[in-house]
């Protein structure tokens, strides 16, 4: 039940939230205060709850395999990287061109590969666990690399070079880490999980 209607839990979650926002106008504040190092606690809390589950049901000892499969794995960049962000960007101008703040959101949320949802939707989907680990944590490395790159690309020079308005934005490379080495906690606590599953033979 919980699987089959998660659209639902989501939308109502929203709601919820929203409703929350609406009644309680300082409840972002109360909640921004819970911190780790700029790393709201709440929201890491809450990935940890969607991304346990799921990585605690791959097969790691299956994902040497598909690291062979150099296809595969071009094509996950080339879309992630290349083709993502410049239809986001597209589209960024095309609908919203007179909106610079929801402009900047769209083409910000274009180049930010969504790690937990990303294994939900594909778990949900009956898609290959394995491959979907696998390609998050290389988009996850990559995201470390080149995504304060492609910001700036895509938020300054390119709009700049097409005589568009440009916007300032600054990346915390930092941050952007921590996020990801947050993921990378929780899959090694899934996999030590599924680990000692084995060991006694559950």
Do not use: H
Request: charged residues 15%; hydrophobic residues 55%; proline residues 3%.
């Amino acid at each position: 039940m919980v699987d089959r209607f998660l659209p639902l839990w989501i939308l109502g979650s929203m709601a919820i939230v929203v409703g929350l926002g609406k009644l309680f106008p300082d409840l972002n504040d109360l909640i921004s205060t819970y911190q780790i190092n700029g790393t709201s606690l709440p929201i890491a809390l809450g990935l940890f709850a969607m991304m346990y589950p799921v990585l605690a049901k791959v097969q790691y000892e299956e994902m040497g395999q598909l690291r062979a499969d150099k296809k595969l794995l071009v094509s996950s960049l080339i879309l992630n990287w290349l083709i993502g962000p410049a239809l986001m960007f597209i589209l960024a101008w095309t609908f919203l061109a007179d909106q610079p703040a929801f402009r900047t959101g769209l083409i910000v949320i274009g180049l930010a590969r969504c790690i937990a949802m990303v294994l939900i939707w594909n778990d949900l989907a009956c898609g290959n666990r394995e491959t979907a680990a696998l390609l998050v944590a290389i988009n996850s490395i990559f995201q470390i690399l080149a995504y304060a790159i492609l910001g700036t690309f895509y938020l300054k020079t390119l709009p700049d070079l097409l005589g568009f308005d440009t916007f300032d934005v600054t990346f915390s490379t930092t941050d952007i880490t921590k996020a990801v080495l947050l993921f990378y906690y929780v899959g090694m606590l899934a996999r030590s999980t599924r680990a000692n599953v084995m060991k006694i033979g559950c």
